[in-house]
Structures are given as structure tokens and as C-alpha cells.
């Protein structure tokens, strides 16, 4: 099990992958709070939420006109998941690459902590206040 400071450490990395990401691809998040709490960690390079009455299919195929790879980063609760897997199937049929890893990797290191995004922010400042103690 890792201890507080090597969860800082790793968190810290996926973000600043993401970060490298996001200006070569969109990351497509669910919703606002979710842009605020990347922008918080310094991802603010071509952050797309979900558009609320449109399809996920019409959504994607919007994007791929434009990208042809895109970062998915739902939350991980079950709907985050139900609906990261139907817009990577939305996404491959439109011919865009996803990637999924960070969104993956971030489950891994954070899903006993938090299940969200927008979570994030709190959950590195949490992690930085016990790898001080440590």
C-alpha cells in the first residue's frame, strides 16, 4: 500500500500528464465543477464538458470533426463508468482514439477516497496535509 506522500506523488503525475494532454487533445469531463476543479490543478487547455439534450453519439461525432484522439475523464461512481464506456464506443465509431488511462489511473490511486473530479482538489490537499505528517 502506498503511503500519503507516494499517492501525492503519483496523483501529482497523472495530473501533470493530463495537463501535457489537454493541449494536444480535449478532455471531456461531465460538467462544470469538474473544469473548475482541473483548472484548480492547473489543467485548463481544452477542457469540453458533456452538452446537456444532445446525444452522446451526436456529441462525439461533433468533437471528432476536429480531434481525432480525446481524453475521457468521467467520474468513477457507476454512472461515471456506465457513461465512459458509451462515449468511448461513440467516440472509436466516429474514428477518434481514446484514452482512457488517466481516468483509470486516477480510479486506482483515489477510488477509496473519492469518486468524482471535482473531488480532486480537496483530495491533493488532503494528501499534501498527511505526507507532511508522515
Do not use: Y
Not at 489511473?105 to 483515489?110: E, F, G, Q, S
Amino acid at each position: 500500500m502506498l503511503s500519503p506522500s507516494e499517492r501525492l506523488e503519483e496523483t501529482l503525475k497523472i495530473i501533470d500528464e493530463l495537463e501535457e494532454l489537454s493541449r494536444e487533445m480535449p478532455v471531456i469531463v461531465e460538467g462544470r465543477r469538474d473544469v473548475e476543479a482541473l483548472e484548480l490543478l492547473g489543467v485548463s487547455s481544452n477542457i469540453i464538458t458533456l452538452s446537456k439534450g444532445v446525444s452522446l453519439f451526436t456529441f462525439s461525432e461533433t468533437i471528432s470533426r476536429d480531434w481525432p484522439s480525446v481524453v475521457l475523464l468521467t467520474d468513477w461512481d457507476r454512472k461515471g463508468g456506465q457513461l465512459a464506456r458509451r462515449l468511448k464506443e461513440a467516440f472509436e465509431s466516429n474514428g477518434t482514439k481514446v484514452n482512457d488511462t488517466i481516468r483509470r489511473k486516477l480510479v486506482i490511486l483515489a477510488k477509496k477516497d473519492i469518486k468524482d473530479i471535482e473531488s480532486l482538489p480537496a483530495f491533493v490537499r488532503r494528501l499534501r496535509a498527511l505526507a507532511m505528517h508522515t
